[in-house]
């Protein structure tokens, strides 16, 4: 059974986050399903195994250099988390230099476009299907409370303050999670009617690892428009979208209506228990094994 390392990247690993902690989870427990035996390390490379990287080039990340020594292209998937094309710190030239030497996999296929494009010796890019899983967070109890219509959590940059701020003056009660991971998030999601996702940057990518924990505990969530996967049928995971014009109008309607909450959560359950989640995965998998064994040989 082929062996696939979901490797953090992260010179602060003890004392600081996992970004991508839920990703990681979620991409674990599809893999598993998918046939695969995973493990989930912080800063390991383990031989023989496949090694998604995940992190490089954030503020937690080691020099690019110093991956390149322990992270050999050979053995080593590049997971991309960022717009490619938005404002980000990380899209750099350096970044697109370090990306043109892996084969990369990305959770949304304008990235993966954008990182061919900006990155053309790239020697793979590819859109993996990414999932909310079961397990990955404890399921709601029979006597959980909702206090809050909506809840949020993620950097407050500008654009989403405006936002926020617009729906406040709505009526509408928002939780806001600060510096609450895991577990623990769990708990404070479970007070929300919804989740809310808003775009940090003007590019609309579906912010996925914000969806993945509150998807797979049945909690629906609330979305700003957004640019969807290619792979995957996200229009039927129970996630409402409403336009960036007049979001938070919009949103009111969609907390007037009672049922929509109880069907967008059906439909969120539905999605993540889908039986062909793993068959996706594994389908990019194989892609993206492929794309290695061609790096070897070269």
Same mark, same amino acid.
């Given at each position: 059974m082929q062996t696939v390392n979901l490797v953090m990247v992260n010179r602060y690993h003890g004392r600081s986050i996992w970004t991508f902690e839920d990703t990681m989870l979620a991409l674990s427990a599809l893999l598993n399903q998918?046939?695969?035996?995973?493990?989930?390390?912080?800063?390991?490379?383990?031989?023989?195994?496949?090694?998604?990287?995940?992190? @490089?080039?954030?503020?937690? !990340?080691? !020099?690019? $250099?110093?991956?390149?020594?322990?992270?050999?292209?050979?053995?080593?998937?590049? =997971?991309?988390? $960022?717009? @490619? $094309?938005?404002?980000s710190g990380l899209i750099t030239p350096e970044y697109l230099d370090f990306l043109s030497q892996y084969v990369v996999v990305d959770w949304c296929q304008p990235n993966v476009d954008a990182i061919l494009r900006r990155a053309p010796s790239c020697p793979g890019a590819f859109e993996l299907p990414l999932f909310p899983a079961p397990g990955l967070a404890p399921m709601p109890p029979q006597d959980w409370i909702m206090k809050f219509d909506l809840g949020f959590y993620g950097a407050v940059v500008p654009r989403r303050r405006v936002m926020l701020d617009a729906l406040e003056r709505e009526g509408i009660s928002i939780k806001y999670i600060e510096n609450v991971y895991g577990p623990k998030l769990s708990e404070h999601l479970l007070e929300c009617r919804y989740i809310l996702n808003l775009h940090a940057y003007e590019t609309d990518l579906l912010e996925i690892n914000r969806c993945l924990r509150p998807m797979s505990m049945g909690i629906p969530v609330i979305s700003e428009a957004s640019t969807l996967p290619a792979s995957g049928d996200w229009n039927d995971s129970g996630i409402q979208f409403a336009p960036t014009?007049? =979001?938070?109008? /919009?949103?009111?309607?969609?907390?007037?209506?009672?049922?929509?909450?109880? @069907? /967008? !959560?059906r439909k969120t359950v539905q999605f993540t228990q889908r039986a062909d989640n793993a068959l996706r995965i594994r389908a990019v998998m194989e892609r993206a094994q492929a794309a290695l064994a061609a790096v070897s040989v070269a």
């Open positions: 998918a046939g695969y035996q995973t493990r989930i390390t912080a800063n390991l490379i383990v031989p023989g195994a496949i090694n998604i990287l995940f992190g @490089v080039g954030s503020v937690f !990340s080691h !020099s690019y $250099e110093e991956v390149r020594q322990f992270a050999s292209p050979e053995h080593t998937i590049i =997971f991309n988390g $960022e717009q @490619v $094309e938005s404002t014009e007049g =979001f938070a109008p /919009a949103v009111k309607r969609i907390l007037a209506a009672p049922d929509n909450c109880l @069907v /967008a !959560s």
